[in-house]
């Protein structure tokens, strides 16, 4: 005898988000896709820093770095500052920070 799923299938459908809302929220997901994105996140998860700094960090050229970060701010994952002729990045808000310490804590659990 099959089960009436009816009720349950009901209460799900009226709670999930739209089909451009989820597609955004995979494409969101896609970014932390890339390692070279990833390390960049977590280095300004750390502190702020130019992208002369993270270049070094990460034995990468300036441009390498500026590509992945136009990439990260366009997808308002980090902000800048200016100071003079330096521009610095940070991560753009605690969403972010949580989504870094969140994907560590699930990897680590036991």
């Known amino acids: 005898m099959p089960h009436d799923h009816s009720e349950l299938l009901h209460r799900v459908k009226t709670e999930l988000p739209t089909d451009e809302l989820l597609s955004d929220l995979s494409d969101l997901f896609k970014l932390f896709a890339d390692s070279t994105r990833v390390k960049i996140l977590y280095a300004l998860f750390e502190s702020e820093m130019c992208v002369c700094a993270i270049a070094e960090l990460l034995g990468m050229t300036q441009s390498a770095i500026s590509h992945q970060l136009r990439i990260l701010k366009d997808a308002n994952l980090v902000a800048n500052r200016r ?10 808000d605690d969403h972010v920070r949580t989504i870094i310490a969140q994907g560590f ?6």
């Open 83 to 92: 100071a003079g002729k330096t521009v610095y990045y940070f991560l753009s």
């Open 105 to 110: 804590e699930h990897l680590i659990e036991e």
